[in-house]
C-alpha cells in the first residue's frame, strides 16, 4: 500500500494538500505541496524531493507556519513532517 494523497487543515481558512506524482520515463518522482491560505485562496504549489530529509523537514516548516500562523518549535515541525514521510521514499 502507497499513500498518495494527504490533507490538511489549520486555523480557519488555511489548508494544504500533499500529493505524490510518479514521473514517467525520464521524468523524477516528487512529492507536490498546495497551499491555500486567505490572501492565496488558488494555492501556491511547493515540488519536493521525495527522497530528500532536508527537502522534506523544510517543506514541513513552511507547512507549520502557513496553517498555523507562526513559527512552530521542533515538535510542531515534527508531526508535519512525519505525514510527507508518507509521501517519501525515505
Known amino acids: 500500500m502507497?499513500?498518495?494523497r494527504i490533507d490538511f487543515e489549520g486555523k480557519p481558512?488555511?489548508?494544504a494538500t500533499a500529493q505524490r506524482r510518479v514521473g514517467g520515463v525520464g521524468t523524477?518522482?516528487?512529492v507536490v505541496v498546495t497551499i491555500l491560505?486567505?490572501?492565496q485562496p488558488n494555492?501556491?504549489?511547493?515540488?519536493?524531493?521525495?527522497d530528500c530529509e532536508e527537502d522534506?523537514?523544510?517543506?514541513?516548516?513552511?507547512?507549520?507556519h502557513h496553517l498555523e500562523g507562526g513559527?512552530?518549535?521542533n515538535s510542531d515541525i515534527h508531526a508535519y513532517y512525519a505525514e510527507?514521510?508518507?509521501?517519501s521514499d525515505l
Open 37 to 39: 491560505t486567505t490572501d
Open 56 to 64: 522534506l523537514w523544510s517543506m514541513a516548516e513552511c507547512i507549520q
Open 13 to 15: 481558512g488555511r489548508y
Open 2 to 4: 502507497r499513500i498518495t
Open 43 to 50: 494555492g501556491r504549489e511547493h515540488h519536493v524531493q521525495p
Open 28 to 30: 523524477a518522482n516528487e
Open 84 to 87: 510527507l514521510l508518507r509521501l
Open 71 to 73: 513559527r512552530g518549535t
